[in-house]
């Protein structure tokens, strides 16, 4: 495990010596406060909205799915091979699957220090309310985020793996996306549909229920999709 944590905290590292951290960091922070700062001075004020520290994962979930986490996994491994940086990672003394998880390690960590800081939004609406928000709640509804989250850059991870061009990860990760989207809303009567949706099983965090199946949902697509990754790079390995 010596080899992951090395690659995870290179990876962490990388975030904070380029621009795309501060980036990425300033949209999300940019978007939210806006949303934030509308919803408490229009909706709280005049009634129209309840305190809910909740209020803005449904904002969170979308920047992530469609900004960040693309943005974040079209370099994982397709930029390295662009680079000609994946061929020193072969030939180094790292495992396949060492290689892909410390890869996911290290972008998984920068998202939870994101989500960490957007607490701040909630803890401001708990001060300002009596009695407060509900904190189990909200304790829930992050704790599903994070798996999710876990899910989609795994995905990501995938696609980048298998893509030459650190361009076309974007759009594949969002036509996973929308893809689960039409499953689990279209799915009708087919419980099976229904169980697939991605976004659908997130809805049980997001009340406050957590339920083992939808914990297993995330983090069994989360290890096939880099148990995937480390069988596409061990055969790239072989050519």
Request: aromatic fraction near 14%; hydrophobic fraction near 55%; charged fraction near 10%.
């Amino acid at each position: 495990m010596r080899n992951v944590w090395i690659l995870a905290r290179r990876e962490f590292s990388h975030y904070f010596i380029s621009p795309l951290a501060y980036v990425v960091s300033f949209f999300l922070f940019l978007i939210l406060g806006v949303v934030f700062y509308g919803t408490l001075s229009i909706g709280f004020a005049f009634g129209q909205v309840d305190p809910d520290g909740r209020v803005l994962i449904p904002w969170m979930i979308w920047i992530l799915v469609l900004a960040i986490v693309p943005v974040l996994t079209m370099r994982l491994i397709a930029d390295e091979q662009r680079t000609g940086t994946l061929e020193l990672l072969l030939t180094s003394p790292v495992r396949d699957w060492e290689l892909v998880l410390g890869k996911w390690l290290g972008s998984f960590g920068f998202l939870c220090l994101l989500l960490a800081a957007t607490w701040v939004y909630p803890l401001i609406l708990h001060r300002m309310t009596e009695p407060g928000i509900d904190q189990g709640v909200l304790v829930s509804a992050y704790l599903g985020l994070m798996l999710m989250v876990g899910a989609m850059l795994a995905i990501g991870l995938l696609a980048s793996t298998v893509l030459p061009n650190p361009l076309w990860v974007p759009p594949v990760v969002w036509g996973v996306v929308l893809l689960s989207i039409i499953i689990g809303t279209t799915g009708g009567t087919n419980e099976f549909a229904r169980q697939i949706g991605f976004f659908e099983r997130y809805q049980s965090f997001f009340r406050g229920v957590i339920q083992l199946s939808d914990a297993v949902y995330y983090i069994s697509l989360t290890v096939l999709c880099l148990f995937l990754s480390a069988q596409v790079i061990q055969a790239r390995r072989w050519r």
